[in-house]
């Protein structure tokens, strides 16, 4: 027996190694695995290379057995083995690979970065042994025909052994001697369990106790060919790997060769509600390295726009860390990323294009992740835009969906803007006063609905050179764009102008600062008035957005447009000459409310509940008393228009980053 002593700083670094880097304690088994696998791949080769150097054969296997009485755990392998020499510079790599200066950029870090940051360069999963065990002896006997068993030992402190040993055929013995805490080790379950979960795709057999059937798949469905696959076993692979019942939309199965070495086999689930069984609780896609799982939620292949999306990756390329835990931020892992996003993208745009109906599935799920993109990805703004779909006035049915293209293929003579309306739903939409002059003369009007339609817009501004506008902006002028589709009809006579602006004052009395200021309507036909906003870009959406992000917001002042010609303003000057100044300003409360409610920013429609009945009651014929109406209308002192606190129950945008999309 021979003993020989680590460097001085090795006691250090495994303290490093097993309190500070391992999140999981039971990834140690993982990593035995993952060494035997590459003793095995070492032996297959040279038994291909070099026959006549190689100890006669035995099957490539590896079998994991427990002694509970002696509280041991033992990963043996058939792979290549180790001699003496092999045992010193193999086990002993922690100690050739610039122990001191690990330790000493652990120092210079001063806790800014963990070591996952600094030590890729070390070979050291063998030691995360060390968490689990107290002791540690490996037994081996190298390939080589005249090579004897060697042991090599140690308790994770100063020194080590390398003493003879009996082993009767080639490959190795790692005997972990187990801490009192972690005899859970020793239940065959549990080791199951964690070869499943982790080393499931590893090529050779992994066998429990006296078990003869391995309990790992060993064959990858992400690596074998499509053409010999058949949907019923990638669908019941989606249902294995997430518990989730239905049939995925659609999938994707790729893989690649150059530059770099991959495959990946990507789902679009059929819902975007978290299925309560899933057993995937975060997003992120299952990352594989040689069929070695390494993520389980690896958020750096997919933006967070894609993020809905489940499956595997595995790569012959990627550089690990210690670990293995998490991978270095290099340029593999951004190139990687960028294929796998570039081919999602594609495929979904050549499913757009070629089978819009299969594609509107999946958009109708997803479409607030993918919408979202299009603000916290700008670069791939030119792939997403495509990928968008809308209703709007060109039909009736909610069912047709149009791409930004498919509007301006449309566009009416000398229109050079692209027009849309935000609302809370369709059908709100398409009864919005502000659509009066866009119908009267044809022009296509995008009903924007979704929630994060408003926060998309930040980063929507214009498509192909054509500036997106809102309906409600106050300075759109269509006189000269598209023909009037309506035939003429005998309109009413507008209210004359001395009169009229007996009108505005009135309204501008009773609504105070609620608005920015009160106008004769140009635009309007077949309503008594409508809300329209000055303000452009961000700002006029920021209400809508601090909603949408449940944050504190204040209702917008705008600027209240009247239809001079509509019977209702009519009325209301017969009403303010014969002096009913209460019921006329319940009809202006009425009329300013009802503006709020079309354009789904009214703070709380249930209040205008009392104030309907009386106006109903007097248009029925019925006395109704002024103080009655006087106790109906609540108007707020000019300056105090209040912050209403957002909760609009669909769930949504969770920060201004945009993170964590929740779709209904």
């Not at 297959?44 to 041991?72: H, K, S, W, Y």
């Not at 495509?386 to 000398?414: A, C, G, I, K």
């Not at 902006?473 to 764009?481: C, F, G, R, T």
Request: hydrophobic share 40%.
């Amino acid at each position: 027996m021979t003993t020989y002593r680590f460097q001085a700083e090795i006691k250090q670094l495994l303290d490093i190694l097993v309190h500070s880097l391992y999140s999981d304690r039971e990834i140690f088994l993982r990593e035995l695995i993952s060494n035997a696998s590459d003793a095995l791949n070492r032996v297959q080769f040279e038994m291909l290379t070099n026959p006549n150097v190689t100890t006669p054969d035995a099957p490539l296997q590896i079998r994991i057995t427990v002694d509970e009485e002696a509280g041991t755990l033992t990963i043996s392998d058939t792979g290549i083995g180790m001699t003496a020499e092999d045992m010193q510079n193999n086990l002993g790599v922690i100690a050739r690979s610039g122990a001191k200066a690990f330790i000493e950029a652990m120092k210079d870090a001063k806790g800014n970065v963990t070591a996952q940051d600094v030590i890729g360069q070390f070979g050291v999963g063998f030691y995360s042994a060390f968490m689990v065990a107290d002791k540690v002896r490996v037994v081996s006997k190298s390939h080589l025909p005249d090579a004897p068993a060697m042991a090599w030992e140690s308790t994770g402190g100063d020194e080590y052994v390398i003493e003879p040993a009996e082993r009767a055929e080639r490959g190795t013995d790692v005997i972990l001697h187990l801490k009192e805490e972690d005899k859970e080790f020793l239940k065959p379950y549990r080791i199951k369990e964690i070869i499943r979960r982790h080393s499931d795709y590893i090529a050779f057999p992994i066998y429990v106790g006296d078990d003869e059937t391995p309990t790992n798949k060993q064959q990858a469905i992400w690596r074998r060919s499509s053409s010999e696959i058949e949907d019923k076993e990638y669908n019941d692979f989606y249902k294995m790997m997430t518990m989730d019942f239905q049939e995925p939309l659609h999938r994707i199965h790729m893989r690649a060769d150059t530059p770099l070495q991959f495959y990946a086999l990507l789902y679009f689930p059929a819902s975007s509600e978290p299925n309560m069984f899933s057993l995937r609780k975060e997003p992120g896609l299952k990352l594989y390295a040689r069929k070695v799982l390494i993520q389980e939620y690896c958020k750096d292949i997919l933006p967070e726009y894609l993020q809905f999306i489940q499956g595997v990756v595995d790569t012959e390329d990627l550089p690990l860390n210690v670990s293995r835990e998490t991978v270095q931020a290099n340029r593999v892992m951004a190139n990687l990323s960028n294929a796998i996003t570039r081919k999602v993208l594609n495929e979904l745009g050549r499913m757009a294009r070629k089978n819009k109906d299969k594609y509107l599935k999946i958009f109708k799920e997803f479409s607030r992740f993918i919408k979202q993109g299009v603000v916290v990805v700008p670069q791939d703004k030119d792939d997403i835009i495509p990928l968008l779909f809308f209703n709007s006035t060109h039909t009736d049915s909610l069912d047709d969906f149009w791409t930004l293209q498919d509007y301006v293929d449309r566009m009416v003579e000398n229109q050079q803007d692209i027009y849309y309306i935000l609302a809370d739903d369709p059908h709100s939409a398409r009864r919005s006063p502000h659509l009066d002059a866009f119908r009267q003369r044809g022009i296509e009007v995008l009903y924007f609905t979704d929630p994060i339609d408003a926060a998309m817009l930040m980063g929507l501004t214009e498509f192909q050179g054509h500036a997106l506008r809102s309906v409600d902006e106050a300075d759109i002028d269509l006189s000269n764009i598209g023909q009037s589709t309506e035939q003429e009809t005998e309109q009413p006579e507008p209210v004359q102008e001395e009169t009229f602006e007996t009108v505005i004052t009135r309204f501008k009395a009773v609504l105070g600062a609620r608005v920015k200021d009160v106008r004769a309507g140009k635009s309007l036909t077949g309503s008594p008035a409508r809300l329209v906003s000055d303000e452009t870009g961000a700002a006029r959406n920021m209400f809508r957005i601090n909603r949408l992000l449940d944050k504190d917001y204040q209702l917008p002042i705008k600027t209240l447009e009247i239809n001079p010609r509509h019977p209702l303003i009519h009325n209301l000057v017969n009403q303010i000459q014969a002096g009913h100044n209460a019921l006329v300003d319940a009809v202006i409360e009425q009329v300013f409310e009802t503006a709020l409610l079309q354009d789904g920013i009214h703070p709380d429609p249930a209040a205008m509940a009392q104030r309907l009945t009386l106006l109903m009651q007097a248009a029925t014929g019925s006395s109704v008393d002024e103080l009655d109406f006087q106790q109906a209308i609540s108007i707020p002192e000019p300056e105090s228009t209040p912050d209403f606190s957002a909760d609009d129950g669909d769930g949504g945008i969770e920060d201004a980053e945009f993170a964590d999309v929740e779709s209904k």
